[in-house]
């Protein structure tokens, strides 16, 4: 069992910059794939990008490519979503989440463990 927190979200102006941090306890990440979902309201969960955690591959939606960074740190089992250049569209809850590392890192449907969400705002 992997609970999963996330903490960092908040309201920044267009242009701004935020990290947001999942933290994992229960066990490690050591043979899961950690993913970055945002929900906007009314509309579907959509993949952001994911961090393979046994050789840190990683993978970006293209609306965010170029503009956020996935890193993780192994000793603290936690995973770090930079966000850059941000955008109102990036206006969401943001969720991470843990898959077996070789599942379809871009399906929701993949991901067993899920964090409560932490929300994102950019005004413009």
């Known amino acids: 069992q992997v609970q999963l927190v996330e903490s960092g979200g908040g309201l920044v102006q267009a242009g701004g910059s935020l990290r947001l941090s999942c933290a994992a306890s229960?066990?490690?990440?050591?043979?899961?794939?950690v993913g970055w979902f945002r929900q906007a309201p009314g509309k579907e969960r959509e993949f952001v990008g994911t961090?393979?955690?046994?050789?840190?591959?990683?993978y970006y939606a293209e609306s965010v490519k170029g503009r956020f960074t996935i890193s993780r740190d192994n000793g603290k089992n936690t995973v770090y979503l930079q966000m850059n250049s941000l955008k109102p569209e990036d206006t969401a809850v943001y969720h991470c989440?843990?898959?077996?590392?070789?599942?379809?890192?871009?399906?929701?449907?993949?991901?067993?463990?899920w964090g409560q969400g932490t929300q994102v705002t950019v005004s413009s």
């Open positions: 989440a843990a898959a077996p590392q070789y599942a379809p890192y871009s399906s929701r449907y993949s991901y067993d463990y």
């Open positions: 229960g066990r490690t990440f050591s043979t899961y794939t």
């Open positions: 961090i393979r955690w046994s050789d840190g591959s990683r």
